[in-house]
């Protein structure tokens, strides 16, 4: 069974929730199953959808604004999710940030579903726009939180650019899921990048 999202408003009274529920399911698994029949985006309209799912129109609307906040939905249901930071320090938050990219990227390697929704999302401006604002900036946010808190319990030299910084870090991950994606993505990777760059981060401790 397709996963399920919430939508991002509930309507109505506690009583209608799980029909809203049942709804929400049938538009999710209507929209995946038109996907999976190799329909593309740029024809997937609200009318199928609804068409599809056994909805009405109007029940899509109450809980997306449009296509592109349904499809971003979509999309998130099917990667894996974002994970929750242990908070423990710097490198622990760091490479379950890097582990997250990359089971992202092994999982667009291997659901053809995904790499191909990935692909036409990037042909569709106002699509990848609404995946941008919604999905890949709060996620670069989050890093950039991460390293801020880094330097500021004096984990990180405090003359390091956090922008650039946040760069380098997701850079090996970016390069090997998305430029060469015929790179190894090996199971200590997000570990290794992390270990690698902290070396050469770090305050200089003076000797006893």
């Given at each position: 069974?397709?996963?399920v999202?919430?939508?991002?408003r509930q309507d109505?009274p506690v009583r209608g929730?799980?029909r809203?529920?049942?709804a929400?399911r049938?538009?999710?698994?209507?929209?995946?199953k038109?996907l999976?029949d190799g329909?593309?985006?740029?024809?997937?309209s609200?009318?199928?959808?609804?068409?599809?799912a056994g909805v009405?129109?109007a029940?899509?609307y109450?809980r997306?604004s449009?296509?592109?906040e349904?499809?971003?939905d979509i999309v998130?249901a099917v990667?894996?999710?974002?994970?929750?930071?242990?908070?423990?320090?710097?490198?622990d938050?760091l490479v379950?940030l890097?582990?997250?990219?990359?089971?992202?990227?092994?999982?667009?390697?291997?659901?053809?579903l995904l790499?191909?929704?990935?692909?036409q999302m990037?042909?569709s401006?106002?699509?990848?726009?609404?995946?941008?604002?919604t999905?890949i900036?709060p996620?670069?946010?989050?890093?950039?939180e991460?390293?801020?808190?880094?330097r500021?319990n004096?984990?990180?030299r405090?003359d390091?650019?956090?922008e650039?910084?946040?760069?380098?870090v997701?850079?090996?991950?970016?390069?090997?899921?998305?430029l060469?994606?015929?790179?190894?993505?090996?199971?200590?990777l997000?570990e290794?990048?992390?270990?690698?760059?902290?070396?050469?981060?770090?305050?200089?401790r003076?000797?006893?």
């Amino acid at each position: 069974m397709s996963p399920v999202v919430t939508g991002p408003r509930q309507d109505g009274p506690v009583r209608g929730r799980p029909r809203s529920e049942a709804a929400e399911r049938a538009i999710v698994e209507g929209v995946m199953k038109l996907l999976e029949d190799g329909v593309p985006l740029a024809e997937l309209s609200i009318e199928r959808i609804a068409r599809t799912a056994g909805v009405g129109k109007a029940t899509i609307y109450r809980r997306w604004s449009g296509k592109e906040e349904l499809f971003v939905d979509i999309v998130r249901a099917v990667e894996p999710p974002d994970p929750e930071l242990p908070g423990t320090s710097l490198r622990d938050d760091l490479v379950v940030l890097l582990e997250s990219l990359r089971r992202r990227g092994l999982a667009n390697r291997t659901s053809a579903l995904l790499h191909n929704v990935h692909a036409q999302m990037k042909s569709s401006p106002k699509l990848w726009a609404a995946y941008h604002d919604t999905v890949i900036l709060p996620r670069r946010r989050l890093g950039l939180e991460v390293l801020r808190r880094g330097r500021e319990n004096g984990e990180l030299r405090a003359d390091v650019d956090l922008e650039l910084l946040n760069d380098i870090v997701v850079g090996p991950l970016l390069v090997r899921t998305v430029l060469r994606p015929e790179a190894d993505l090996p199971d200590d990777l997000a570990e290794r990048v992390v270990d690698t760059l902290l070396q050469g981060l770090r305050p200089v401790r003076p000797h006893p």
